[in-house]
């Protein structure tokens, strides 16, 4: 499978790229710069695009099995946040030029689920260091879920906490509601959370909506 992977340099897409790559999946990595990004991994190719351009998505997802967006919601090297809802509706729209239909997206924990109608952002003692791209990712599943007909489009939600840690393969699933342990953790290392994001790429459980994971 041939996988273009926008944010192929960040935590979540570093995890990704590895765990395609083991498989035996090829992938481009598009990043906004290549003369200032490091691969990660030397069978990667880094390419110049930006994830909120329809065009400059139409551009470098030609010829591809799959997409996969992993850009970060804070500011990176250019000190500038990008939009998730604006990277939401390009992504969308460029993927549809360049004829590709499969696109997955790392999302956020925000939107799961606490109790029925009650996400978990609106809960008591959620951090407001986290709401801004809480919203975000928030407002870009929207789009997707209203946007996206046509596309198998999938969403893919971390725990609470992700962070870097052990290769495991085991995590557990759930649709819309917050998932944590018998003790109130909500946990997945970064390397879990991309073998399940190449495991839904691969097996294709949950086209057309969202999903979440944690321990």
């Not at 997409?67 to 604006?86: E, F, K």
């Not at 990712?137 to 609470?160: I, K, N, Q």
């Not at 992700?162 to 917050?178: A, L, S, V, W």
Request: hydrophobic share 45%.
């Amino acid at each position: 499978m041939k996988i273009v992977l926008f944010g192929a340099t960040g935590n979540v897409g570093q995890r990704i790229a590895r765990e395609a790559l083991e498989r035996g999946h090829e992938v481009v990595g598009v990043v906004r710069d290549p003369s200032a990004a490091r691969t990660p991994d030397p069978r990667v190719t880094l390419v110049q695009g930006d994830a909120t351009d329809a065009a400059s998505v139409a551009a470098v997802v030609a010829g591809a099995d799959a997409v996969v967006n992993s850009i970060s919601p804070r500011p990176g090297s250019t000190g500038r946040a990008p939009s998730l809802v604006d990277a939401a509706r390009a992504l969308i729209a460029g993927v549809r030029q360049a004829g590709v239909k499969r696109l997955v997206v790392v999302g956020g924990a925000g939107s799961l689920e606490v109790a029925p109608g009650v996400a978990l952002l609106d809960a008591p003692g959620f951090p407001d260091a986290y709401r801004v791209e809480a919203v975000g990712g928030r407002d870009a599943l929207a789009v997707y879920r209203s946007e996206g007909e046509g596309l198998e489009w999938t969403f893919l939600s971390p725990a609470a906490v992700i962070q870097p840690g052990e290769r495991t393969g085991n995590y557990r699933t759930t649709i819309d509601r917050f998932l944590a342990d018998a003790e109130g953790n909500s946990v997945i290392s970064f390397e879990d959370y991309a073998v399940a994001l190449v495991d839904e790429l691969e097996q294709r459980q949950h086209v057309g909506r969202r999903f979440g994971v944690a321990y």
